[in-house]
T-cell receptor
């Protein structure tokens, strides 16, 4: 079956512009997570969604970052007024339920802010 | 404050031998542990997991050991193959926390 998909695979933008990153989770997975990996670092949690519950936004680094999940499926991560330190690989994962089984990751979106 | 630590940034092993990757954690609320493998330009791939009620879980060439008293887990790969060369991440979750906490990874190189 289809895994987690993300688009775009690469994004180059200028400092100050807004970007939107998209994630399609595995069908039937109710939990969806966003992480990012900066150069030479581990994966850093950003936000997760579980069903219709309010998302856990505790990992978002600033109010320039926001995310939505429409219809319990597709999610969009938006970064407003991008900064150079936002350059990273943004990874989306999904799981059957919150803290239920393994999280399965997409290929990531490589964001470069010039 | 790192809650999950992988103290070896790299490891080199000869093909056919055992690879042992180590991971330490500090949060006693963690009750579920996972290992992921990551190739360059790809997302992490789930390898194997273990619940805190067990001390060992085996899947083919991969075995994860958990020592709760030492807050330590390890991944054994036997026999190691050149295709195992990748970055391995240890991750943990627990309590009310739904997200995973990752270590910084260990780069494994398996030499033919």
């Amino acid at each position: 079956g289809a895994g987690v998909s993300q688009s775009p695979s690469n994004k180059v933008t200028e400092k100050g512009k807004d970007v939107e990153l998209r994630c399609d989770p595995i069908s039937g997975h109710t939990a969806l997570y966003w992480y990012r990996q900066s150069l030479g670092q581990g994966l850093e949690f950003l936000i997760y969604f579980q069903g219709n519950s309010a998302p856990d936004k505790s990992g978002l680094p600033s109010d320039r970052f926001s995310a939505e999940r429409t219809g319990g499926s597709v999610s969009t991560l938006t970064i407003q007024r991008t900064q150079q330190e936002d350059s990273a690989v943004y990874l989306c994962a999904s799981s059957l339920g919150l803290a239920l089984g393994a999280q399965y990751f997409g290929p990531g979106t490589r964001l470069l802010v010039l | 404050d790192q809650q999950v630590k992988q103290n070896s940034p790299s490891l080199s092993v000869q093909e056919g031998r055992i690879s042992i990757l180590n991971c330490d954690y500090t949060n006693s609320m963690f009750d579920y542990f996972l290992w992921y493998k990551k190739y360059p330009a790809e997302g992490p791939t789930f390898l194997i997991s273990i619940s805190s009620i067990k001390d060992k879980n085996e899947d083919g060439r991969f075995t994860v050991f958990l020592n709760k008293s030492a807050k330590h887990l390890s991944l054994h790969i036997v026999p190691s193959q050149p295709g195992d060369s990748a970055v391995y991440f240890c991750a943990a979750s627990g309590g009310s926390q739904g997200n995973l906490i990752f270590g910084k990874g260990t780069k494994l190189s398996v030499k033919p």
